[in-house]
């Protein structure tokens, strides 16, 4: 092997984290090593990282494996016990450098922790930037928070350090992820809420063109950052929600804080703000006791905000959590909800592309040809493609767009 090599599951953060545990294998000279970073938000997704340790066992015989990420946090014991595993580390240690230095038997890394690393994410033409980690809520469904612990969050100088790092190396976009990133600041001395920090770090940072954020919870956005949304050009007009359900029932016995009203009113009031925008949204089908018609509200809301990217999951049940031990829905009905859910979000989708014929806008080139506009939208371009930059594309036909002269 020519050096570590890192396999993610699930979300941006742990893309974010992977990065910085690649970073300080190589300072302790982990060459021959294959860290395996997984999720644990889905039991489809732990059985995904299990097969994948096994398979790269086979193929990498002599390779050192080392696992990591939620579902190693919370069950490490299944992972340790697993024959093609050599080393479980925890979530709370994962970005420490002194962690993969004790795996190499020296004393002390070459490379500092996550706060200050250089980061390079390979392949990827956005960067991302870890601002809060871990959650204080207890959704029905989540396991998260057993994962990764209760809500802590980057100072802003750190970030702003981070960001501009990140420009210097000649990325055009950052995405700023977490846990439960609305949660920002309350651990920090003065508690500054997150549009706060991004006003700031965009003021200290003015050399960043683009800045998006990860999965926003309904219920907390804060005012300063309404007032970012309706001000700052550089925060992209995409906001990506996590919504769950459009059924206020369903949503209580998930736990959640928001209603199907409060993410209708937060949409209008985005496009209020900024008739450019478009929305992503995370939904679970299936829920335990979700009916036909609770479903069916779920679709409504979808319609009725025009939500665009869907990221749709049929429910699995997490051991230890309070919804496994609710009446649960049939397999199959999750299934074909979500199918449709996904249908829906397809048509959704296809009518936006249809929106943009006509158009030229700002893309972000990325690698194999494609670009991806300040809404998300990702397009198949045509024209010489300086790879990480951003260039004007006209879209002539839905889905393709060519590049300006």
Same mark, same amino acid.
């Given at each position: ?6 396999? #993610? ?5 742990? #893309? ?10 190589? &300072? ?13 938000? +889905? ?11 096994? /398979? ?6 002599? &390779? ?22 050599? $080393? ?56 998260? @928070? ?25 990325? !055009?976009?950052? =995405? ?15 508690? @500054? ?24 919870? @309904? ?17 992209? @007009? $995409?906001? $990506? ?11 209580? /016995?998930?736990? /959640? ?15 209020? *703000? !900024? ?13 335990? #006791? ?9 679709? &409504? ?5 025009? *939500? ?12 230890? +959590? ?12 999750? !299934? ?5 859910? /996904? ?19 700002? =893309? *972000? ?7 991806? +506009? ?32």
């Amino acid at each position: 092997m020519s050096g570590p090599e890192v396999v #993610t599951f699930g979300c941006r953060l742990n #893309t974010y984290e992977s990065e910085v545990m690649r970073q300080h294998a190589i &300072a302790a000279g982990l060459d021959n090593a294959v860290i395996v970073n997984t999720c644990a938000v +889905t039991a489809e997704a732990e059985r995904q990282a299990r097969q994948s340790i096994r /398979r790269l066992r086979r193929e990498k015989p002599g &390779a050192r494996i080392i696992v990591t990420g939620c579902a190693a946090q919370i069950d490490p014991q299944k992972f340790a016990a697993m024959p093609e595993v050599d $080393h479980v580390i925890g979530n709370d240690r994962k970005t420490e450098s002194s962690a993969f230095a004790a795996l190499s038997g020296k004393g002390e890394c070459a490379t500092p922790d996550s706060e200050t690393v250089p980061l390079h994410f390979e392949g990827l033409q956005r960067a991302f930037v870890e601002v809060q980690n871990g959650c204080d809520h207890r959704c029905t469904f989540c396991i998260i @928070p057993y994962g990764r612990g209760a809500s802590r969050s980057a100072p802003i100088g750190v970030i702003a350090e981070q960001t501009r790092a990140l420009v210097a190396q000649g990325y !055009r976009e950052v =995405v700023f992820t977490g846990v439960d990133i609305v949660s920002y600041g309350g651990d920090l001395p003065g508690q @500054p809420k997150l549009g706060q920090m991004v006003r700031r770090v965009l003021a200290l940072v003015p050399e960043l063109p683009r800045l998006r954020l990860s999965s926003l919870d @309904p219920a907390a956005i804060d005012e300063d950052l309404w007032r970012v949304i309706a001000e700052e050009p550089r925060l992209m @007009p $995409h906001l $990506h929600l996590s919504v769950q359900a459009g059924d206020d029932m369903i949503l209580k /016995r998930m736990k /959640r804080r928001h209603s199907g009203q409060d993410v209708i009113d937060l949409c209008a009031r985005a496009r209020r *703000l !900024r008739p450019d925008i478009a929305f992503g949204a995370d939904f679970i089908t299936g829920f335990p #006791t979700e009916t036909e018609a609770m479903f069916e509200n779920t679709l &409504a809301l979808v319609e009725e905000c025009g *939500l665009t990217w869907l990221h749709v999951f049929p429910y699995s049940a997490r051991k230890g +959590t309070p919804a496994a031990k609710m009446p649960q829905v049939p397999g199959e009905i999750r !299934r074909d909800r979500a199918e449709r859910l /996904r249908a829906l979000g397809a048509k959704m989708a296809d009518a936006h592309m249809q929106s943009l014929v006509g158009q030229k806008f700002d =893309v *972000l080139v990325e690698q194999n040809g494609f670009g991806c +506009t300040l809404q998300f939208a990702k397009l198949k371009l045509h024209g010489e493609l300086p790879v990480g930059e951003i260039a004007v594309a006209e879209c002539l036909k839905p889905g393709e767009a060519w590049l300006a002269a």
